[in-house]
C-alpha cells in the first residue's frame, strides 16, 4: 500500500481514546494555560489584593491539575489507551513514553510542591466554598525558598515539554499524516 494510501486509511481508521481519558486531557490543557496565565497575570498584577486573589486561584488550579493528573492515572489503569495506527519507530515510541512519563511525574509532583511552599511559607491553600486544606508541613521561610525555585524551574519543565508534546502531535499530523492526533482530538475525528 502506497504512503499516501496508508495515511488516508489510517485517518479514516482513528482508533478512539476512550471519552474519559479525552475529556481529562483536554481539562488538563486547559487547567495548565489557566494556572500559568495567573502566574504570569501576578507579575505584572498590582495591588496586594488582586495578587494574592491570583495566587489562591493559582493554587486552586494547580490542585485542580493534580486531581485530573491522578484521574488520568486511574482512568489509563481502568481502561487501556487505543493504539493509534502509526508507522513509528522504537526510538520514537520510546520518546513519546518518556516524554508522557514526565508529563505526569510533573503533573502529580508540581501541586504537592506547591502546597508545601505555601505551607512553609506560613500559609494555608484555600479551597473556595470548602475552607482551608490541613498544613503538610509547619513555617521554614528558608525552606520555602527551596521550595520556590523547584517549583518554578519544574514548572518550565512542565511547559517545554506541553510543548514538545503539542508538537510531536502535530508532527504526526500535518508531515506523517497519521492519526496520533486524531486518536485525541474528537473534533478532527472523520476528517481526511
Do not use: C
Not at 502506497?2 to 476512550?18: L, V
Not at 493509534?84 to 510542591?113: C, D, E, F, M, N
Amino acid at each position: 500500500m502506497p504512503q499516501n494510501a496508508f495515511a488516508t486509511a489510517s485517518a479514516q481508521a482513528a482508533p478512539r481514546h476512550p471519552n474519559a481519558i479525552v475529556a481529562a486531557h483536554w481539562l488538563t490543557v486547559v487547567a495548565i494555560l489557566f494556572s500559568f496565565a495567573l502566574v504570569l497575570l501576578r507579575e505584572v498584577a498590582e495591588g496586594d489584593f488582586l495578587r494574592a486573589g491570583l495566587l489562591n486561584a493559582h493554587r486552586v488550579s494547580g490542585l485542580l491539575i493534580g486531581l485530573l493528573a491522578v484521574s488520568r492515572v486511574l482512568f489509563r489503569w481502568r481502561k487501556p489507551m487505543a493504539r493509534p495506527v502509526a508507522q513509528t519507530t522504537r526510538l520514537q515510541r520510546w520518546a513519546a513514553a518518556s516524554v508522557h512519563g514526565l508529563l505526569y511525574a510533573l503533573l502529580l509532583t508540581l501541586p504537592v510542591l506547591g502546597v508545601l511552599l505555601t505551607n512553609a511559607r506560613g500559609h494555608l491553600v484555600e479551597l473556595p466554598g470548602l475552607g482551608s486544606l490541613p498544613p503538610l508541613v509547619g513555617q521554614d521561610l528558608d525552606w520555602a525558598d527551596d521550595l520556590e525555585e523547584w517549583h518554578g524551574d519544574l514548572a518550565w519543565l512542565l511547559a517545554g515539554l506541553v510543548g514538545l508534546h503539542a508538537a510531536a502531535a502535530l508532527w504526526h499530523h500535518f508531515a506523517r499524516k497519521n492519526n496520533v492526533l486524531r486518536a485525541m482530538a474528537p473534533w478532527l475525528r472523520g476528517r481526511n
